[in-house]
């Protein structure tokens, strides 16, 4: 699996900004979906999921304020969106995407769960 994420920059306090993921492979119906972030000098930590059915889990301080989804009209191609509304400085990070082939309900939430990484997205909240 292949994933190429987009959609980071900067944005005012308050503000919005959507991040996709496009996840590309030849099973990725089995893959759960993900977001993770990592704050300067911090781990990366999980910001969202969406299993492979469709259930979701958030990190506690972005529930209400970030949507995550998922499109899988393709075969071959999935994206996966970041929907951030509300933004903080404290959402300031790297955001990355991440695949990892589950069953079907189950929403990986911790990093060593995940083998598949796209690239960092910066997004930088001012306030």
């Known amino acids: 699996v292949q994933l190429q994420a987009s959609g980071g920059g900067l944005v005012q306090a308050g503000g919005s900004l959507r991040l996709s993921c496009a996840a590309s492979?030849?099973?990725?119906?089995?893959?759960?979906l993900a977001w993770f972030r990592q704050r300067p000098g911090m781990s990366r930590n999980l910001v969202a999921v969406?299993?492979?059915?469709?259930?979701?889990?958030?990190?506690d301080s972005v529930k209400g304020r970030f949507t995550i989804s998922r499109d899988s009209a393709l075969t071959t191609v999935h994206t996966v969106h970041l929907q951030m509304n509300s933004l903080k400085p404290e959402d300031t990070a790297v955001y990355f995407c991440a695949a990892q082939s589950t069953i079907l309900t189950h929403t990986p939430t911790t990093e060593d769960s995940y083998s598949n990484w796209g690239q960092g997205t910066l997004v930088t909240v001012s306030s």
């Open positions: 969406v299993s492979r059915s469709g259930s979701t889990h958030y990190e």
């Open positions: 492979g030849r099973t990725l119906s089995r893959y759960a």
